[in-house]
């Protein structure tokens, strides 16, 4: 088996966009083109973790694996937990990527890009950011920005905090955090079994509950944001890329 396992988890029940892992785009699911930038990554074993039958059958029709999982969770953290346990319950994969399931346009060398911290340094978790250009995204609490200082690596940082702010002050670059996540396992393992943070509730940004517990994130910069699918005005602007 890989190294590596990559997860994509995928719901029907998108507050803004209601079943947009099946959405079609130039012929196809976007779940599907999700699935199949995730192979071209060439990172590890790639599966679609769903609560939908119709998502993963859809995924399935491509050539693709799919993996059911509950419908009660909170988050896709706990989805790509569930499914890793059950693709992989020897824990022989080291590490684990939650890619998420509305990016059709990702360009794949992103995968390989989140784990290069994992690799090369000690952090529990990995994930990405691209400096702000577009002077609209500075104060876009939409945009999430990544606090952090440089770990000696190239492009990289260690993540001291991550907001809705237009943060940190002062003259020099602010960060678009990208949310895709690699995790070590055992770090996966602790982090869903952590309680709900308190700058996590107050900022709505899941990865805040890993800095609270004193773990440690590690950043790699890239020069791309892919498209995230949230509402129909996205999904347009993405089959106008793919079409």
């Not at 190294?3 to 599907?32: D, H």
Request: charged share 25%; glycine share 6%; net charge negative.
């Amino acid at each position: 088996m890989s190294r590596t396992l990559v997860i994509v988890p995928a719901r029907m029940q998108a507050a803004r966009l209601p079943g947009k892992p099946l959405a079609a785009i130039a012929g196809e699911p976007m779940i599907v083109h999700v699935w199949r930038r995730a192979v071209e990554a060439d990172a590890g074993r790639v599966a679609v973790a769903t609560d939908a039958v119709e998502i993963a059958q859809a995924v399935e029709r491509a050539g693709g694996e799919a993996v059911m999982t509950r419908d009660d969770h909170q988050s896709g953290s706990d989805r790509i937990h569930e499914a890793v346990t059950i693709l992989d319950p020897d824990g022989k994969a080291e590490f684990v990527v939650n890619l998420q399931g509305d990016l059709p346009t990702l360009e794949p060398h992103l995968v390989t890009a989140c784990l290069a911290p994992l690799h090369s340094g000690p952090a529990d978790i990995a994930t990405l950011a691209a400096q702000i250009t577009n002077p609209e995204e500075r104060d876009n609490p939409n945009v999430v920005k990544v606090v952090g200082t440089p770990t000696g690596a190239p492009d990289q940082l260690r993540a001291l905090y991550f907001t809705r702010a237009t943060a940190p002050t002062g003259d020099g670059p602010l960060f678009h955090h990208i949310g895709i996540y690699a995790f070590r396992r055992a770090a996966l393992e602790r982090f869903v079994a952590l309680p709900t943070g308190t700058l996590e509730q107050r900022e709505r940004l899941e990865q805040l509950r890993a800095l609270e517990a004193g773990m440690r994130i590690d950043v790699a910069l890239v020069d791309t944001v892919p498209l995230g699918v949230d509402t129909p005005a996205d999904l347009e602007r993405a089959r106008k890329i793919l079409q």
